[in-house]
């Protein structure tokens, strides 16, 4: 299946402008984080057959929280399946109880229409799982999660996904007893993907099913497939694969169908 497949990514920053042949040719489905609720709504006009784009309020962008409108949020969240970039960052210049009043009224609009939540914890982990736990949000993935051990297992209890990138090294997330089951690929393009040799661009994973392969001890094949199931398993638990283009649906379907 890894090879009838193309690689996920589940977290990547590009241009609105980015036209979507371009996209498609990068050969992988890839999720797109915005940054402020302007560009969302830029975003949100495009129809892409392989690229989903989020509904995004960075909180290390003073304009997006300044301007975040809890109405227009909810307005934009009906439309897509993906909500990113959201949370909270404690070396912001955003005060951090603005950021929590941000994020928690994110997370309460999620928990009453799931979605799939990208969210940032730097230098915040903790109070990141107070609001994840407070609002009772589902479908939250962990975007290079940096807790520590006692915080890993505190999100695993939560049902947090965590998504890897190629500057992050899987094993303490294996040592830390995260389940391969809930992991899930990123590039964080173009901050997460500057290290290495591998390719520079959005959707390029295979760096990420290579790592988390030798510290699961798999094949690398084996990887891609369960970072599909695991993909279609959250899709159907949040009920979100109307918001979905047609063309990821059906690799959706046939990663499904593979564990029959």
């Known amino acids: 299946m890894s090879r009838e497949l193309p690689p996920l990514d589940l977290h990547a920053h590009i241009d609105v402008g980015v036209g979507a042949r371009d996209l498609e040719s990068l050969g992988a489905v890839v999720f797109v984080a915005t940054r402020t609720l302007e560009k969302s709504a830029a975003a949100l006009t495009r129809s892409d057959a392989v690229t989903i784009w989020g509904v995004g309020c960075h909180p290390g962008v003073p304009a997006a929280q300044d301007r975040f409108d809890v109405e227009l949020f909810r307005y934009q969240l009906a439309q897509t399946a993906f909500i990113s970039e959201v949370g909270l960052d404690g070396g912001s210049k955003v005060p951090m109880d603005r950021q929590v009043e941000v994020f928690t009224e994110i997370l309460g609009l999620v928990a009453q229409a799931p979605r ?35 915080e890993t297992k505190r999100a695993i209890d939560l049902g947090c996904f965590f998504s890897v990138n190629p500057s992050m090294d899987p094993r303490r997330l294996a040592t830390a007893g995260v389940p391969l089951e809930r992991l899930l690929p990123e590039t964080d393009h173009p901050s997460g993907n500057r290290r290495g040799a591998s390719m520079k661009q959005p959707g390029w994973t295979s760096d990420v099913e290579a790592s988390v392969a030798r510290a699961y001890g798999l094949p690398e094949q084996a990887v891609r497939r369960q970072f599909w199931k695991t993909l279609a398993a959250l899709v159907d638990a949040l009920d979100v694969e109307w918001l979905l283009p047609p063309v990821v649906c059906a690799m959706l379907d046939a990663a499904r169908r593979s564990g029959e």
């Open 116 to 150: 799939i939540v990208s969210v940032h914890s730097a230098r915040a982990t903790t109070r990141t799982l107070d609001v994840i736990e407070q609002t009772g949000a589902r479908g939250v993935i962990l975007h290079w999660w940096l807790g520590s051990d006692r």
